[in-house]
């Protein structure tokens, strides 16, 4: 599905700002397909030369956003493919932040997790849909290749769009831009 969308982004409208709770802005794209008119989530505002990349895409709503409504839990299905690139970036950078290195030598064995910014009570009771994800932790140290995904964490949620912290979130916002950059070249060239 999400790949017979991609060739129909150029004809997306431009993307309107979505109110969210304080946090990640998100945009919504109206694209036009033969079955009708789709409504794109995605992090990156403005308009693009050759269409959103599939990684760019958060998720989809699944029923059209008419006017006044807003994208909620009921109505968002996350992109599997944003979700893969979003767990590779935090697989591969948050061993590098000092909170979760901290974390980790504080815990010594065990695991620690990395808690969506938009959880009410970050150091009380975390929802499973707040917590994203969490290393493997031995000897004080966050053990390499331990990273496990958290299938129960939501990408949206009544308290808004998921939350990184802000290293991750430019972790991420870089990785999408260089693909986007990456397939440029590769229409153009």
Not at 127 to 145: N, T
Not at 157 to 182: K, S, W
């Amino acid at each position: 599905m999400w790949k017979q969308l991609l060739h129909l982004l150029k004809s997306a409208t431009i993307g309107r700002s979505v109110p969210a709770s304080a946090g990640t802005p998100f945009y919504v794209y109206r694209v036009k397909t033969p079955e009708g008119d789709r409504d794109l989530v995605s992090l990156l505002s403005g308009a693009f030369e050759f269409g959103l990349i599939e990684e760019a895409i958060v998720g989809e709503c699944t029923q059209s956003l008419e006017d006044g409504k807003h994208v909620t839990e009921a109505n968002f299905r996350p992109n599997p493919t944003f979700v893969r690139l979003l767990h590779h970036v935090i697989a591969r950078h948050a061993p590098q932040l000092p909170a979760l290195r901290a974390e980790a030598r504080r815990q010594h064995t065990g695991w620690v997790y990395v808690i969506d910014a938009r959880t009410a009570s970050p150091d009380g009771h975390v929802p499973p849909c707040d917590i994203i994800g969490g290393f493997e932790v031995r000897s004080g140290e966050v053990a390499p290749g331990s990273y496990r995904p958290n299938t129960d964490h939501k990408l949206l949620t009544a308290n808004g769009v998921f939350r990184l912290e802000p290293a991750l979130h430019e972790r991420l916002m870089e990785q999408i831009n260089e693909r986007i950059v990456a397939r440029s070249h590769h229409v153009t060239g």
